[in-house]
């Protein structure tokens, strides 16, 4: 039997948590799986159970029941060219949003079924395989061996279906026969090449207008449910399009009251997370927001938009974040949300993929943090009153830097250049503290900067990666100094970066970095979001990032765990301050 205890600072509790604040973040309107019994319903078997033995098991449904009931009306409508065939040569497909569908029993599928094949005899086929949830990083060995495989038999003549008939509705399959139970290191994959079922998928990029109206209803309150699969050629591939099944799961809690608390304590951390986005909207709605960053940041027509500031039109800007893509609108991304929750003004999101804070040396590149930093304020003179900035990760494998191990070819000039071996003198303090070793070092930064010509209050200064800083922490530190004293002195927040599967985490990059950012934010005086502390962690990145294999890039729901811990970062210093 699956079985959860309630543990209140342990994993099941904190995935519980999870959930509940995505369906808060996402779904503002819905009930998240697992939130609550639904009365009992012979028909579907939703509801809650005390079992003999005193344990306690509820089941619900993995999609809301509002949506998936949306999605089923709509799907019948022809009319509607949201939906696709899956291409079940590529099968199976494993979700994305894996993370609600362990730990539990399946009961039961509803499959969206777009079109049947030629049956056996009148039955008709469509396969899940029980796979590791924990080994994404062999993805390959995964799907090609799952751990068990049931191939589900669907009698046409009690739903109503054909050979080769297209059938645009959801039926939905009892699978208590099968037994299928889910640990909590595994998940479910969909579908095989051989199955005579063929589902519908969601096309993502529908969503981006209103002539699509399933695909922006499903995008906008659920989410992106990408899936993974290997192609026919061997090769691994993400699909930018939603699989749209919904379950029955039953999980078993130690107890009722073990539940019950469990729900209690998911109810009073969102009415807390509520309480704390009020006191920081009461500081700052209606003010001004400005932001800097890279790829992760963007958002077309915003970050690149020049009725902002006339400088930059030309910022790069990541392909999941322009209007092909469902999470093009500013309020899917970290910061937007932000803005858009709490009532902020947008004023300068400087934000260019694949951007550098060491950056490039052409004046016209803006591939320079310390260049746009000068860039926060817009066309009309408007001062941002709070500055956001998440930028790194793009240095730490391309930009020379005191993070690197002995050897490696941009860790050579730390060897000669004082103000390149931050970070090894920060492991080296003694008794100094840290803010004492910072101060140290930014003093010798500043006068090597003006030794090479830079003048902070120049209105174009003379900026050279190079020549006025040797490393990206030099860099860092002087574009942070100046936004703190321009701009009437805004409230600063500095993003450490988000735990990844990229090799610059692998390797200790990452970590080192990051201990470096901390410091600056101890020495600055400006407030820390720790990602590090947060939410995306390296043990769950893959759930909430586009590109699996690095889970270098958050999706919708990686950004709005993003947004949750901004809030609560903003507020704590807030309280600090009062």
């Avoid at 959860?4 to 904190?14: I, N």
């Avoid at 049956?119 to 086929?125: I, K, L, M, R």
């Avoid at 500055?387 to 690197?404: A, E, F, K, R």
Wanted: charged fraction near 20%; include cysteine; aromatic fraction near 10%.
């Amino acid at each position: 039997m699956v079985y959860l205890k309630y543990q209140p600072k342990g994993d099941a509790s904190m995935k519980k948590l999870l959930l509940v604040f995505l369906s808060l973040l996402l779904i503002c309107s819905m009930v998240l799986v697992g939130c609550g019994p639904k009365d009992e319903d012979p028909e579907d078997d939703l509801g809650a159970t005390e079992n003999e033995d005193g344990t306690y098991s509820v089941s619900t449904t993995y999609l809301p029941s509002a949506l998936s009931t949306s999605i089923g009306t709509m799907l019948a409508d022809e009319d509607d060219e949201s939906f696709y065939i899956a291409n079940l040569k590529n099968a199976p497909f494993l979700m994305v949003d894996d993370m609600q569908i362990s730990d539990c029993k399946v009961k039961s599928i509803s499959i969206p079924i777009y079109k049947t094949l030629e049956s056996d005899n009148g039955v008709f086929t469509f396969t899940l395989c029980v796979v590791r949830a924990d080994s994404l990083s062999n993805l390959k060995d995964t799907l090609n061996n799952p751990l068990k495989k049931y191939t589900i038999s669907i009698d046409g003549s009690r739903y109503g279906l054909e050979d080769s008939q297209t059938v645009r509705q959801y039926v939905k399959i009892d699978l208590k026969e099968y037994d299928i139970s889910l640990t909590k290191t595994q998940t479910l994959a969909f579908g095989d090449p051989d199955d005579t079922i063929l589902p519908a998928i969601i096309r993502n990029d529908k969503a981006k207008t209103d002539d699509n109206p399933a695909a922006k209803l499903f995008t906008d309150s659920w989410g992106v449910v990408s899936y993974y699969y290997y192609n026919e050629d061997g090769a691994f591939s993400i699909a930018h399009s939603s699989l749209l099944f919904d379950l029955v799961l039953e999980r078993t809690y130690e107890s009722k009251e073990a539940y019950e608390q469990l729900i209690a304590d998911a109810e009073s951390a969102a009415a807390d997370y509520q309480a704390k986005l009020a006191a920081v909207k009461a500081k700052y709605e209606g003010k001004y927001i400005s932001m800097m960053g890279d790829s992760i940041s963007t958002c077309e027509g915003v970050t690149n938009n020049t009725q902002y500031n006339s400088t930059i039109g030309s910022n790069a800007v990541y392909g999941q974040h322009k209007k092909a893509a469902p999470a093009y609108h500013y309020s899917k991304i970290y910061w937007g949300r932000f803005a858009t929750d709490v009532g902020m003004n947008l004023d300068v999101m400087n934000a260019w993929s694949g951007g550098r804070v060491y950056g490039k040396s052409e004046a016209s590149y803006n591939d320079n943090m310390l260049k746009r930093s000068y860039q926060l304020a817009n066309n009309d003179g408007v001062n941002p009153d709070l500055v956001i900035l998440y930028y790194g990760i793009n240095d730490i494998n391309s930009s020379p830097s005191s993070i690197y191990n002995p050897g490696h070819n941009l860790s050579s000039v730390v060897q000669y250049d004082p103000t390149s071996n931050l970070y090894q003198q920060l492991q080296n303090k003694g008794t100094k503290t840290e803010s004492e070793i910072v101060a140290a070092w930014f003093a010798e930064v500043q006068a090597k900067a003006a030794d090479a010509g830079y003048i902070r209050t120049d209105e174009n200064p003379v900026i050279t990666p190079g020549q006025t800083y040797s490393c990206w922490e030099a860099a860092y530190a002087l574009s942070l100094y100046n936004i703190l004293n321009s701009y009437n002195g805004p409230d600063v927040y500095i993003m450490t970066l988000i735990e990844t599967n990229h090799s610059s985490a692998n390797d200790g990059k990452l970590d080192r970095a990051n201990t470096i950012l901390r410091a600056f934010a101890e020495y600055f005086d400006v407030g820390l979001i720790d990602q590090q502390q947060g939410y995306v962690l390296r043990n769950n990145c893959h759930l909430y990032t586009y590109d699996t294999e690095s889970s270098l890039h958050p999706n919708i729901k990686g950004h709005a765990l993003m947004t949750k811990l901004i809030v609560e970062t903003v507020y704590d210093r807030i309280s600090r301050e009062q």
